[in-house]
């Protein structure tokens, strides 16, 4: 019976010594106990710096108050170096919403705006056919208005950071969608 005593007494003490907490990384940290800088923004392009075809962007984030993680309590301003994640960002190369447009508006009978845009095919049609017969310029002014049309190369419109600008907002797995109100929701109110 004392041997049974003993073995239970070391089978605790190896769970315990297994189980005892080990330090928390700082990549390890979940959404909520860390906060990312907002990306640096490009004068000229009003998008983020570093930005790339695949539309993210690494930025530094910092651990909240109060969190210890790589054997470091943070203050909630100090950055980690071995936090770095990747965030949304507009991927621009040279291409003006300004300027497209307003080639659209008053030269787009010649098909100039598709040409600028890397639609040469398009342009040419449209000048051989005066925009045909204006009704494609006048379908043009407002797919670019409304940034249907974007340029050939996949990417964003230099627009104004806070300009303009359309997000397209879709529906995937993380979304959540919140059920119909029940008739005990509805009488509560």
């Known amino acids: ?9 070391l089978v605790q003490h190896v769970i315990l010594c297994l189980c005892e ?5 700082c990549s390890q940290l979940q959404v909520g106990q860390y906060k990312c800088k907002e990306p640096e923004i490009d004068d000229y392009r009003q998008s983020a710096v570093n930005c790339d075809v695949s539309r993210k962007v690494k930025v530094e984030c910092m651990p909240v108050a109060n969190i210890t993680c790589d054997d470091v309590m943070y203050n909630g301003t100090t950055v980690s170096n071995s936090i770095v994640k990747e965030v949304d960002c507009r991927y621009t190369t040279q ?10 508006i008053f030269l787009g009978m010649f098909g100039v705006d598709r040409m600028y845009l890397g639609y040469p095919a398009l342009g040419l049609l ?44 879709e529906i995937n797995n993380n979304t959540y969608i919140m059920p119909p109100p029940t008739a005990n929701y509805v009488d509560e109110l």
């Open 95 to 104: 291409y003006s919403y300004t300027t497209s447009l307003l080639l659209s």
């Open 126 to 169: 449209k000048f051989c056919t005066l925009g045909f017969l204006f009704v494609g310029q006048f379908l043009d002014i407002i797919l670019i208005a409304t940034q249907v049309v974007k340029p050939a190369d996949g990417s964003d419109y230099i627009i104004s950071y806070y300009g303009p600008m359309l997000n397209k907002m």
């Open 1 to 9: 019976m004392e041997i049974l005593y003993i073995l239970l007494f």
């Open 21 to 25: 907490d080990q330090p928390l990384q």
